[in-house]
Each structure stands twice: as structure tokens, then as C-alpha cells.
């Protein structure tokens, strides 16, 4: 895709607020988009200022994988299917070590994790 289509792209889904797409293109073009910056809208300079600080600052970007299991970690959590919930904690344990995933977690699954050790949220 040429830096002109990309840079339309990201400001078409910004303008209809699909941030998701727009934070994917952005992801994938991260060193093409700094060097052109100024063609984007402020909205989209500014999600692209956003995520440059969060990379530099040492933060990986969750990967689709990784949501899946955080969004069947707050169901769970929602349900209080611990047996289950228990499950996804063994096999994933690594996962929620990060410390940016707290924030992905729904409040129900911040106090059970808490209350089993699996997290601080102290």
C-alpha cells in the first residue's frame, strides 16, 4: 500500500471511529507513518504520538490471542466460573505477569485474580 492510500485509510476510520482498524495500520506502518505525520489528521497524529510513547516506553502491543483469553478471563470472571477460570490461569500464567494487562481486566476479574495471588493490584 502506498504512504498517500495508507495515510487516507487511517484517516477515513478515524473519522468513522474504528480505532481499532486504525490502531492496526498504524502498528504495522509505525516507522513510514513517523516520517510522514504531518499528512495526517490530528486525531490520527495524535493515536500515533500515543503509541509511539507506549513503544518506546518498552510496552508489546497484545496480540489477538492474547485478547481472546483476557476477554474469556472477564466472562468467567462475570459468570464466576472459577473451575474455568482457573483453567485459562494455569495454561496462561506468563500472560498475566505483564503488568499491562491489569487494565484489560474487568473489575470482577481484578478481585478474583487478587484474592487467588495471580495478580497485584495493590
Known amino acids: 500500500m502506498k504512504v498517500d492510500e495508507l495515510i487516507f485509510e487511517i484517516n477515513k476510520y478515524m473519522d468513522e471511529l474504528d480505532f481499532v ?3 492496526k495500520l498504524i502498528e504495522e506502518n509505525l516507522e513510514i507513518l513517523n516520517k510522514h505525520r504531518l499528512s495526517l489528521r490530528s486525531n490520527a497524529r495524535e493515536l500515533l504520538k500515543f503509541l509511539t510513547d507506549r513503544l518506546e516506553s518498552g510496552y508489546q ?3 489477538r490471542q492474547d485478547m481472546a483469553i483476557l ?3 472477564n466472562s468467567y470472571a ?3 466460573d472459577i473451575r474455568s477460570l482457573k483453567f485459562i490461569v494455569k495454561d496462561k500464567a506468563k500472560l498475566l505477569l505483564r503488568t499491562d494487562i491489569i487494565e484489560y481486566l474487568n473489575t470482577d476479574a ?3 485474580l487478587d484474592g487467588m495471588g495471580v495478580i497485584n493490584t495493590r
Open 71 to 73: 476477554i474469556a478471563i
Open 21 to 23: 482498524t486504525a490502531r
Open 61 to 63: 502491543p497484545i496480540s
Open 78 to 80: 462475570s459468570n464466576f
Open 110 to 112: 481484578k478481585v478474583i
